[in-house]
């Protein structure tokens, strides 16, 4: 796998690995107040983009890989437009969590299904895992309607348990079994 690059594609999205000069892109849209509302910057800078860059392509090189962190660009044309991932602690947990974030320019469109789609996708039938899990911040409902609308099940309201902007959030947990997952209608490929 070391040498391979992933690549998912969807109807409308390629999900690659981040590239060096992706940053650019990146700090484009984390720049954007709408996108920082519920993340614990107040602001990004070309440097902090840069040090998050250059830590996913670290990861990118270790074996076993249990880290795919990779950008979303708009099929053909190849637009930037946010990065998701898939996480495992482990590859004998046979669990992993996943995330995504989007320009706020590309909100509404439903990007964020289609890749959170093929996060599950992926995560079931390449890495053959048994649970999928994701958590988002109780106040973020588009994030959440995302997660339910791709089949998975809220777990629990963890009260006040992020401390971010001057205050306390709430977040909610959300997770979906492999056999959940087969159960759903969803088409089995992208």
Not at 55 to 62: C, F, G, H, N, T
Not at 63 to 80: I, N, S, W
Not at 109 to 126: C, D, K, S
Not at 175 to 182: F, G
């Amino acid at each position: 796998m070391k040498d391979r690059k992933m690549i998912l594609t969807t109807k409308r999205l390629v999900l690659r690995e981040f590239e060096e000069e992706d940053w650019r892109g990146t700090l484009a849209y984390q720049s954007n107040p709408l996108y920082l509302r519920y993340y614990p910057w107040t602001h990004r800078t070309e440097s902090d983009v840069q040090a998050v860059v250059r830590q996913l392509l670290a990861q990118r090189e270790e074996e076993p890989r249990t880290k795919f962190q990779l950008v979303v660009t708009l099929a053909p044309e190849g637009q930037l437009i946010g990065n998701a991932g898939i996480r495992m602690k482990t590859m004998d947990d046979r669990e992993a969590d996943i995330g995504y974030e989007l320009d706020p320019r590309y909100w509404g469109y439903g990007y964020a299904t289609e890749i959170a789609h093929a996060l599950l996708l992926y995560g079931f039938r390449e890495l053959g895992l048994h649970r999928i899990w994701a958590w988002c911040i109780a106040e973020n409902t588009a994030s959440a309607h995302v997660l339910e609308k791709i089949g998975m099940r809220q777990e629990g309201r963890l009260r006040e348990n992020r401390w971010m902007k001057d205050r306390w959030w709430d977040t909610l947990l959300y997770s979906i079994l492999e056999h959940e997952w087969q159960a759903q209608e969803f088409p089995r490929s992208l």
